[in-house]
């Protein structure tokens, strides 16, 4: 499976979901790195490589999700952005920012939506 050498870095609030995140992208063989939301902020890991950001959307924090997007883009701008939650459509707000959109609850689609994000992205050489 191509998933081997990718990374995801998987953005929340919720430390929770962060390990179960995690522990589903795992057994498909991605790396993955995590970054918790604070009440003001989230360290992001960037001295690490990163193929892929998963990013929850509805966050208890003062930042917004776009607020986080703008940092992800920042920091790692090939990346691009899965945004997840329970919301059942892709809010306006972070659409600009997302290659795609998956539902809380659905990690079969979850697994299949990052595969295609990474298969439709760009090879660096």
Not at 6 to 31: C, F, K, M
Not at 40 to 55: H, N, R, Y
Request: net charge negative.
């Amino acid at each position: 499976m191509h998933s081997r050498n990718n990374s995801v870095l998987i953005i929340d609030d919720d430390s929770l979901h962060l390990t179960i995140y995690t522990w589903i992208l795992a057994r498909e063989g991605y790396q993955c790195r995590t970054a918790l939301v604070g009440s003001t902020s989230v360290k992001l890991p960037v001295d690490e490589a990163i193929d892929v950001v998963l990013l929850d959307y509805r966050l208890n924090s003062s930042l917004k999700a776009v607020d986080v997007a703008e940092q992800v883009k920042n920091a790692f701008p090939s990346a691009p952005i899965v945004v997840l939650s329970e919301l059942p459509w892709m809010p306006h707000d972070i659409a600009t920012h997302a290659a795609a959109f998956v539902n809380k609850g659905e990690p079969k689609r979850l697994i299949e939506t990052i595969a295609g994000v990474l298969h439709r992205r760009p090879s660096v050489a």
